[in-house]
């Protein structure tokens, strides 16, 4: 990872920012936020031609296939370009850092950051992974805590609300999920998701509630050089949600619903809307005898919301720098979790729900 200046940064481009899948449920909440930036002259790439529901002035709907060749000589050089689909195929990812451009990607999949972190290697531009949600504001969480010497250990858990229907691309992240084998941290060996449920407070004031465990991207959680251990879980709300899913990942069934992730996507959609609209994240730290030290509670608005403040207030951070990373970073190599939580404040001033609940055990 290298280091220069900002000013040399982002010659004649400076003010060219390119959302990949703009049509989303997190794409059109941040080409709306960005209705209060006019210095930008903002580029949504739809996969499908469809207009798009903002006052931007200087909006650009662009219609691309991001898995296509040749995508990147489409897009503005030396732009940030913020990802939102997991469509897009590493080389297009390396093609715009090797130009000079940032990237900034939301993907909760983690072999997909894997293959995006290999391709940044050695590329003049800047990538940064967990932007969003979880990961992001969770991946916050849990570095913060892990700056105590003691953690060996950090759970975080992520509980969504079905207030709402989600994106299609929300959506099948979820279902395909439940069926991706991950490498246990603790053994190293294969575990199907589910199989290593974990109990999270999720407030204080309430009874543990359950949460399957899956896989994350942790990059950045633990310090360089520092021997520690990741666990992710998800959870929904209301919980009775949680545990009808639990039963067919202990029957094996989660293979089944990742291969028809598309279908069960159009078939939730008729569900009704049940439980709240929001997130909740809880991040546990554990010493090594596995005695908890300190947690983090939050508890926020919609998680599309989230996520494209979430974007935002990084791009922010990267453009008031005086100096630019280049080739593979995390969220955590720009903003802390207090800038973020100001962050939030400002852009929910009246939302009562945004807040965090720490504790800590003394030394």
């Known amino acids: 990872m290298r280091i220069e200046s900002a000013k040399t940064r982002r010659a004649g481009g400076a003010d060219n ?13 941040l080409i709306s936020l960005l209705s209060d930036h006019e210095g ?37 050089e030396d ?12 080389g297009l990812v390396a093609e715009v850092l090797a130009r ?18 290999k391709a ?19 991946t916050l969480m849990g570095a913060d805590l892990a700056r105590d010497a003691r953690v060996r250990t950090v759970r975080i858990g992520l509980e969504l609300g079905m207030g709402r229907h989600y994106g299609q691309a929300a959506a099948e992240w979820f279902f395909r999920t439940l069926g991706q084998p991950y490498d246990d941290p603790i053994t190293g060996r294969s575990a199907f998701p589910g199989m290593n449920p974990w109990r999270f407070k999720f407030a204080r004031n309430e009874a543990p509630r359950l949460a399957l465990d899956i896989a994350f991207p942790d990059a950045g959680i633990f310090p360089n050089g520092r021997e520690g251990c990741v666990r992710s879980y998800l959870a929904v709300d209301p919980p009775l949600v949680t545990r009808l899913f639990a039963v067919p990942q202990r029957l094996g ?9 598309p279908r069960l996507t159009q078939l939730s959609q008729w569900l009704p809307n049940i439980g709240p609209t929001r997130t909740r994240i809880a991040a546990v730290a554990f010493d090594s ?9 939050f508890e926020g608005g919609d998680q599309a919301d989230l996520t494209a403040i979430m974007i935002l207030l990084t791009v922010q951070a990267i453009c008031s720098g005086d100096a630019r990373q280049t080739g593979g970073t995390s969220i955590v190599d720009h903003l802390d979790l207090a800038q973020v939580l100001r962050g939030l404040r400002r852009h929910f ?4 729900t945004i807040h965090t609940n720490t504790w800590r055990r003394p030394n």
């Open 120 to 138: 940044a290697d050695g590329k003049d531009g800047c990538l940064i992974t967990g932007v969003g949600t979880a990961p992001g504001l969770s």
């Open 79 to 90: 732009a940030i370009v913020i990802n939102l689909t997991e469509a897009a195929p590493p």
């Open 40 to 76: 930008w002259k903002v580029w949504a790439v739809f996969r499908r031609r469809r207009p798009a529901d903002s006052a931007h002035p200087n909006l650009v709907a662009i219609t691309l296939d991001v898995a296509s060749h040749g995508v990147a000589d489409a897009l503005p």
């Open 100 to 117: 000079g451009g940032t990237v900034l990607d939301t993907s909760a999949t983690p072999n997909y950051v894997d293959g995006l972190v």
């Open 253 to 261: 069934l989660g293979r089944w619903m990742a291969r028809h992730s």
């Open 289 to 297: 005898d596995g005695k908890e030290i300190a947690s983090h509670l």
């Open 17 to 29: 920012l390119v959302i990949l899948g703009g049509s989303g449920d997190v794409g059109s909440r």
């Open 349 to 352: 001033p009246d939302a009562e």
